[in-house]
Structure formats: structure tokens, C-alpha cells
């Protein structure tokens, strides 16, 4: 037994195709898996005690109807329900797991998005996230892992590259560049500037995943590098994918709320199953 998966579980249809997922990988991973599902805390409002009660009570018996699937299908499961704000509850919950699995909560209202408790979890977990949209990705193949050279890139690529060897996937590693604007001034770039910047980034993306050979040497490995904006590079190579994983640049006090902008506008904009890991 490798770990501790932790899924989000409620009756939402995302959610739903969340808990498929986990029991998928905690299946062929040999981890065991913690269904935990969150009811509010009494305001102590005159006969809140016997919502909050029935609550509980729906929520266990959710919660053992999912961990009866999982048995049945060969997982290690057992359930937790947690008490207070979902966002809170579960952030704590990522401390003490190897792994949080939720469902996206993002919908579309007219113009606008509603929903950001995933964002919000996925910004201050201890743990990688994965968010699965509501379709679980399913009849789609192949890994897509953004790629800065950064510490919690570094991170996010070995998390894809064993992704991948497991699901006997392959695995396509991206980084973008931009250059340095223009001023209106000038004309255009120097001679040979663009094709410069191609070639260092090309040159920092095999370094960034030296050693993956050698560590699995029957894994294939795609590499692209293009100019642009990674998010908008990612979400499209990943339409197909099976997963996308970044890493999240989340730092500090605000890391509860903020997330790195690439990891956010992936998430925000949902195209496949999204490990955000730090």
C-alpha cells in the first residue's frame, strides 16, 4: 500500500466522476482511500439541531454507499465526515493524506463562473489536487505536464511522468516563452532574436526533464516549445489528454486563496482530468 487517496465526495455529478477516478488509481496503485464528506456547523438558530442531524445523516449514508462501490471493486475504503466550511475542512483534510481527489465545482451562469471552492482548496492543500470535470476524461489518452524550470514544475513533472508509466500512457512535456515586447519605436526585433529564444527554451525543457529516461526508460516522451501564454497552450493540448498536470506557484499567507495564474486559468477553464501539484 503506496498511500492515501482523500475524494471529496457529494451527490453532484463531478463529484460523481471524482470518486470513479480515485477508486481507479487507489486500485492499481494499492492505496486506501478516504471518502469524507463535510456538513456545515449549526448556527445554534432555533431547530437548526434537527437539520444538521438529518444532514449527517444523509451524508453518511452517501458516504457508505460510495465506500461499499469501492469495496466492490477492490479498493481499501473507509469515510470521515467533517464538520464546519468545505474549504477549511478540506485543506486540513489534504495535510494528512499523500493525495486529495475533488470534483470541478465551476459552472457556467450566463457570463460569468460560479464555483470556487476547488480553486480555493486546490490553492492551499499540503497535498497535489486533482480536479475531474464532470465526463472523468473518459476515452481520452496521453499526459500533458507544464514545464517552467521551476521547483514545483520539477515537481509536477515527476508527478505526470509516473501518471503516465502507470496508465501506460505518453507523456508530452510543454513550455512557452514570450518575448520581450516591443517598443513602438523600434522596428522589430533583432536578427535571430526569435529563433534565440526558441532554442534556450528548448535547451532549459531538456533539462528540466533529464533523467526521466533513465528512470523510465520505456516511457515515451513528447517535448514542445512554442511562443505564447502557457495556459492557453496547456488547455488545448490537453483537450484530448487523459491528465494535465502543473505545478502552483501559491505562496505565502495568500496561498489559502491564490493560486499560481497558469495553474488558476487551468483549473478555471477545465479541459481534462488537472493534478495541480506544489
Not at 489518452?141 to 501506460?168: H, I, L, M, Y
Not at 508530452?172 to 529564444?197: H, K, Q
Not at 479541459?271 to 495541480?276: D, G, K, L, N, R
Request: hydrophobic share 45%; glycine share 10%.
Amino acid at each position: 500500500m503506496n498511500g492515501t487517496i482523500a475524494v471529496g465526495v457529494t451527490d453532484a455529478p463531478g463529484a460523481q466522476s471524482a470518486l470513479h477516478w480515485a477508486i481507479e488509481r487507489a486500485i492499481a496503485r494499492r492505496d486506501r482511500l478516504r471518502l469524507v464528506g463535510v456538513v456545515g456547523s449549526a448556527w445554534g438558530v432555533v431547530g437548526e439541531e434537527m437539520l444538521v442531524g438529518d444532514a449527517i445523516s444523509r451524508t453518511t449514508a452517501l458516504l457508505e454507499e460510495a465506500a461499499a462501490s469501492a469495496r466492490a471493486a477492490g479498493a481499501d475504503a473507509e469515510i470521515l465526515i467533517e464538520r464546519g466550511d468545505p474549504v477549511a475542512r478540506l485543506i486540513d483534510v489534504s495535510g494528512r493524506v499523500d493525495l486529495l481527489v475533488l470534483g470541478s465545482d465551476f459552472v457556467h451562469d450566463g457570463p460569468r463562473l460560479r464555483g470556487v471552492r476547488g480553486v480555493r482548496i486546490a490553492a492551499g492543500a499540503h497535498c497535489p489536487v486533482v480536479v475531474v470535470p464532470e465526463d472523468g476524461a473518459r476515452d481520452r489518452a496521453g499526459v500533458v505536464v507544464g514545464v517552467d524550470g521551476s521547483e514545483a514544475s520539477e515537481k509536477a513533472v515527476a508527478f505526470a511522468a509516473a501518471e503516465a508509466d502507470r496508465t501506460g500512457d505518453g507523456l508530452t512535456a510543454v513550455m512557452t516563452w514570450s518575448p520581450v515586447p516591443v517598443p513602438f519605436e523600434l522596428e522589430g526585433y533583432p536578427p535571430d532574436y526569435l529563433e534565440r529564444m526558441q532554442a534556450l527554451t528548448t535547451e532549459d525543457l531538456a533539462i528540466s526533464l533529464a533523467g526521466l529516461r533513465q528512470d523510465y526508460p520505456d516511457l515515451a516522451v513528447t517535448t514542445l516549445v512554442e511562443s505564447g501564454y502557457p495556459a492557453a497552450a496547456l488547455r488545448r493540448l490537453s483537450r484530448s489528454a487523459r491528465l494535465l498536470v502543473v505545478g502552483s506557484h501559491g505562496r505565502g499567507t495568500l496561498g489559502r486563496f491564490l493560486l499560481g495564474s497558469t495553474s488558476q486559468e487551468v483549473l478555471t477553464q477545465l479541459s481534462t482530468v488537472t493534478a495541480i501539484v506544489r
